[in-house]
């Protein structure tokens, strides 16, 4: 018997909704009677950076994805760790979809709301077993009340349950990046087709490596994937892999007031939530020292460096959760860890001498979601001319300091000397949300 199939596939939209009215178009137009569709989403489908989002705790990517009929959908980090674990317990609570994971486990086992994998039997007969895993960030997934598992010891295990072994074609739903990908294509001659995402690659007229075949869709729904299997007698006889770009499909009347519509939906949603009153509106670097100040109250800490980047706008004098959103989009949370004089003195000198080259670099991932990396700022205390002075004193070479940070200095490949400390990963807050709380109080 003869079967098409056709895949479907969304890669790491991150809440960029802006293309979402072309994505659902294309997905409609793509799913035509003579074809059996499934319909998929990568992860990192959630970015709280949107207001609509934030207000929502991604509930509403939910009913977006709903709305695009999904099949099957995987977590990305931004879903895994960008949420609390409480927020993503119950984020597909109305999901249409299933949702499947396969190295993620907490003290309990596999997650209630996700099954490892999927068993898909076409009207033909043929059986599709849907794998996933996610990328192993082991230091961000266990404070957050995840274990997150090797994803190849995890796949050796799934290849080997006996449903899955059995089944026609193999498909893997990966949020590992590309070099994860090649390596399992190379060293796991049981998977038929890999569908990738989480290092944003694009491949738009896909892979083949090793007897397995590779598609990925890029970022931000600037792409929409689409894979076409060829099936007789439940053998896979061809794959046809196309990445469109949305920038090539018309645009229609009511498009932009759509997305407008989002924004403004979280932004109503999220100027409820009053914070405080402040004197008058603040600048970036007043806005930073009273972010400082809420990261040092945070982690018990009496040092903070910061980027003037990090503030995109400066606090408003009457200050919701939706002034902070524009003021903080960022997808990050806090680190800490212990300095001596001379640690602190180190890490100075790496910042600072790198700051010049930093300063107008247009920062991308690691939870960043401003425009760029901006000048060096400290609190508690100073740095000049290789100097450091605290509490307006030299400082006491023998004591030791808790210094607090973000935590893309130390997911970032610039500062070395962070990288080479023992630090503590501060959950559940977000930066923005540990800035509301401080200043609420």
């Not at 869709?217 to 196309?242: K, M, N, P, W």
Request: some cysteine; charged content about 25%; proline content about 3%.
């Amino acid at each position: 018997m003869i079967e098409n199939v056709r895949i479907l596939h969304l890669n790491d939209l991150h809440s960029h909704f802006e293309h979402y009215p072309k994505v659902k178009r294309f997905f409609e137009q793509e799913s035509d009677e003579e074809r059996e569709i499934v319909r998929l989403d990568l992860g990192d489908n959630v970015d709280k950076s949107h207001p609509l989002t934030a207000a929502t705790s991604g509930r509403a990517n939910v009913d977006l994805m709903n709305d695009l009929r999904l099949d099957f959908a995987t977590i990305g980090n931004n879903e895994g760790i960008g949420l609390s674990k409480a927020e993503i317990s119950s984020l597909y609570d109305e999901a249409d979809f299933k949702v499947l994971i396969g190295n993620l486990k907490d003290e309990n086992g596999q997650p209630s709301w996700a099954t490892p994998y999927h068993i898909y039997r076409t009207a033909g007969g043929t059986t599709v077993a849907f794998l996933a895993y996610t990328f192993p960030y082991y230091l961000t997934y266990q404070p957050n009340g995840w274990q997150v598992e090797d994803p190849i010891e995890s796949l050796k295990r799934d290849l080997s349950r006996e449903e899955v072994a059995s089944a026609d074609v193999i498909v893997l739903m990966s949020h590992l990046g590309l070099p994860y990908d090649e390596r399992i294509a190379r060293e796991f001659d049981q998977v038929d087709l890999i569908i990738g995402s989480h290092t944003h690659h694009l491949l738009e007229e896909g892979a083949y490596l090793e007897g397995t075949y590779l598609a990925a869709a890029g970022r931000y729904g600037e792409h929409v994937g689409q894979i076409d299997l060829s099936l007789c007698d439940g053998q896979l006889t061809d794959v046809r892999i196309f990445a469109q770009a949305i920038s090539q499909l018309g645009s229609q009347a009511g498009d932009e007031k759509w997305v407008e519509d989002r924004l403004e939906q979280g932004r109503q949603l999220l100027a409820k939530d009053s914070i405080c009153h402040l004197p008058s509106s603040l600048g970036v670097e007043e806005s930073a020292d009273l972010m400082m100040t809420a990261m040092k109250h945070y982690a018990d800490a009496s040092l903070s460096i910061v980027n003037s980047g990090l503030v995109v706008k400066g606090f408003a004098q009457d200050l919701t959760m939706a002034d902070l959103q524009e003021s903080l989009p960022h997808q990050m949370r806090l680190i800490s860890l212990e300095v001596s004089h001379d640690e602190l003195l180190a890490i100075c000198q790496e910042i600072f001498a790198k700051e010049p080259l930093l300063k107008q670099q247009k920062i991308r991932g690691m939870g960043f979601r401003g425009k760029q990396f901006g000048n060096v700022l400290t609190s508690g205390f100073t740095y000049k001319n290789g100097k450091i002075v605290y509490n307006k004193k030299v400082i006491n070479k023998s004591d030791c300091y808790r210094l607090v940070l973000v935590d893309q200095y130390y997911f970032a490949p610039y500062f070395e000397r962070i990288k080479d400390k023992e630090v503590k990963l501060l959950f559940p807050e977000l930066l923005r949300e540990v800035v509301a709380n401080d200043l609420g109080q």
